[in-house]
């Protein structure tokens, strides 16, 4: 969908900008929460309407109020029908993010045959057949501008776990739980907890020789299985967030060099830490 301020339409739109209907006024405050940790945004629209014509289309259903968003970032355009004076809706995780154009309308729901509202324009003579969908007025477009949350460290999705069912010198991954957990055998469990507690050259080194491999096999698991499996657990949007940052495709992934990827080329670091700065 299309709407800009040169638009012009067949039978009189109440807008902002033209003279289609006089001595009216149509407009909504616009505002939305973010919550950060869920990747999540709400808006809510608080309506201001004085057209009793198209007020009694709304109260009797046959029109209705809503907004087009539109956010270049997520590719998302939708049209979102509001609770009309005062509406709210809540979007996915992940539906909006940087800047999103929303532009309030309400539109005809049902056929309406002999549309006339007071105060239209002479040029608009006689009644007007509205088909479902057919616009009745139209705001200014609003801007927010919606924040990308901080990544969580790419360490807190993964939880180290001792288990008795595996064989000492490897470990197994497991991804149905909230944190990705990573098994392992008594005495390999104890020297990963020393190195990594140890000092920050140390820690490098678990991350080349634990995660690395574990983030290959999350990646190859998401590839071939498939997100949907995953999507109830609590790490899954982290990863996909970490993914889309760094440009990691889940749906055609290059192993090796998207592990390094997200890993934040955990070599490079350790270089640094050992003191060549070359």
């Given at each position: 969908m299309k709407i800009s301020e040169t638009t012009s339409y067949p039978h009189p739109v109440l807008t902002p900008w033209s003279h289609d209907i006089a001595d009216a006024t149509f407009s909504a405050d616009i505002k939305f929460r973010e919550r950060l940790e869920q990747r999540q945004v709400d808006i809510h629209c608080k309506v201001e309407l004085d057209h009793p014509d198209i007020l009694s289309l709304i109260s009797s259903r046959h029109a209705t109020f809503g907004c087009y968003m539109q956010c270049l970032e997520t590719g998302l355009r939708r049209v979102q029908p509001l609770d009309f004076p005062i509406g709210t809706h809540e979007f996915a995780p992940g539906a909006m993010l940087g800047r999103v154009q929303i532009r309030p309308m309400i539109w005809a729901a049902t056929t309406i045959p002999d549309y006339?509202?007071?105060?239209?324009?002479?040029?608009?003579?006689?009644?007007?057949?509205?088909?479902?969908?057919?616009?009745?007025?139209?705001?200014?477009?609003?801007?927010?501008?919606?924040?990308?949350?901080?990544?969580?460290?790419?360490?807190?999705?993964?939880e180290i776990k001792l288990s008795r069912d595996v064989e000492e010198?490897?470990?197994?991954?497991?991804?149905?739980?909230?944190?990705?957990?990573?098994?392992?055998?008594?005495?390999?469990?104890?020297?990963?907890?020393?190195?990594?507690?140890?000092?920050?050259?140390?820690?490098?080194?678990?991350?080349?020789?634990?995660?690395?491999?574990?983030?290959?096999?999350?990646?190859?698991?998401?590839?071939?299985?498939?997100?949907g499996q995953f999507e109830q657990h609590r790490w899954y949007h982290?990863?996909?967030?970490?993914?889309?940052?760094?440009?990691?495709?889940?749906?055609?992934?290059?192993?090796?060099?998207?592990?390094?990827?997200?890993?934040?080329?955990?070599?490079?670091s350790l270089k640094c830490l050992t003191g060549d700065q070359e």
């Open positions: 006339a509202p007071a105060g239209s324009h002479p040029e608009f003579t006689g009644t007007f057949c509205l088909a479902p969908g057919d616009m009745i007025a139209l705001g200014d477009v609003q801007t927010i501008d919606v924040a990308r949350p901080p990544l969580p460290a790419m360490e807190s999705i993964f010198g490897i470990f197994s991954v497991d991804p149905g739980s909230d944190r990705i957990a990573v098994h392992m055998a008594e005495h390999t469990h104890r020297l990963v907890q020393e190195l990594r507690q140890t000092n920050e050259a140390s820690k490098a080194v678990v991350m080349n020789a634990l995660y690395a491999p574990v983030v290959m096999e999350i990646l190859d698991q998401l590839h071939t299985s498939g997100s982290p990863f996909l967030a970490r993914c889309e940052a760094v440009g990691v495709d889940t749906t055609n992934p290059d192993l090796l060099n998207d592990a390094q990827k997200l890993l934040e080329k955990p070599f490079a």
